[in-house]
């Protein structure tokens, strides 16, 4: 599996932003779909992951109630929509598959990274 993130950019606190993974193969939809992020002089951190059939999804405290995660199977993309954005936010956001769950998952496959920078 390939993956290709894209959606990142520049917005305000407060504002939203939608985050697309793009994934090639035909074996996307047996994976699990992940987000991540690693902010500046940080560790990469866990944000949401969503069932191979979209039927569950669990979320970082941090973002919950703020991002949801979706998928479409017949289109093999994976959504992030992210709300509310707060400047510690700011960080390059990865996708990623996996056959596992949540943040301790093994996650197979990246994708290369999209900027999300949230100014104050």
């Known amino acids: 599996v390939q993956l290709q993130a894209s959606g990142g950019g520049l917005v305000q606190t407060g504002g939203s932003l939608r985050l697309s993974c793009a994934a090639s193969?035909?074996?996307?939809?047996?994976?699990?779909m992940g987000w991540f992020r690693q902010a500046p002089g940080k560790e990469r951190e866990f944000v949401a992951v969503i069932h191979w059939r979209g039927i569950s999804t669990y979320y970082a405290d941090s973002v919950k109630g703020r991002f949801t995660i979706s998928r479409d199977n017949a289109k093999n993309t994976v959504h992030l929509q992210m709300n509310s954005l707060k400047p510690e936010d700011t960080a390059v956001y990865y996708c990623?598959?996996?056959?596992?769950?949540?943040?301790?998952?093994?996650?197979?496959?990246w994708g290369q990274g999209t900027q999300v920078t949230v100014s104050s």
């Open positions: 990623a598959a996996t056959r596992g769950w949540g943040p301790t998952g093994r996650y197979d496959y």
């Open positions: 193969g035909s074996t996307f939809s047996n994976y699990n």
